[in-house]
């Protein structure tokens, strides 16, 4: 487990499986992921199956310090030879947003993998609409790299996706040199 000052971070659980399904299916919530569509229970099980024994696939379930799922994140096209990878996070649970649980969990996260996995760099994409996302990686330290443009279709219309990523100097020089013991 990693511990940040708000969230505690482990590893998925077969028995999340029914709640990572209710929170994909959270209309609210997952208008705001790359791939907005209801799973169901079975496919929710193979993404499970699929995710846990992935090489360059690690997700890792977000609990506020009492121990409560709130959200997962996740490295995404882990590649150690260049030493990169695409971050992906969600706070599922709207009691939860704005209270920088993910600022939290993704610097906590993203200080092991600098500091443990020696990646480089770490990029993500995110609508351009989404604010409350953006305000939160910016905190962390990501910059714009590039706008995609048109390239999301959603709520009747085309959005911009906004690609954001931060190097391990970037993140040092702002977080600190290393992880805590």
């Given amino acids: ?107 906590t996260f993203l200080r092991f993998a600098f500091d443990e996995w020696n990646l480089h760099r770490v990029t993500l994409v995110v609508r351009e609409d989404n604010h409350r996302a953006r305000r939160c990686y910016d905190k962390v330290g990501f910059v714009v790299e590039g706008v995609e443009r048109e390239a999301q279709f959603s709520g009747g219309r085309f959005v911009n996706m906004v690609r954001m990523g931060i190097l391990d100097r970037e993140f040092r020089a702002r977080h600190g040199d290393s992880a805590e013991p």
């Fill in 1 to 107: 487990m990693l511990r940040g000052e708000k969230v505690i971070l482990r590893p998925p659980e077969r028995s999340d499986v029914p709640m990572f399904q209710r929170w994909i299916n959270d209309r609210e919530v997952n208008r705001w992921l790359i791939t907005p569509w209801p799973m169901s229970l079975a496919e929710e099980e193979r993404w499970y199956e699929r995710i846990t024994s992935s090489s360059t696939d690690k997700i890792l379930v977000i609990t506020t310090a009492d121990g409560t799922p709130v959200g997962n994140l996740g490295l995404h096209r882990i590649d150690h030879r260049y030493r990169n990878a695409e971050l992906g996070i969600a706070i599922f649970e709207k009691g939860y947003w704005g209270q920088g649980l993910g600022t939290d969990a993704i610097t």
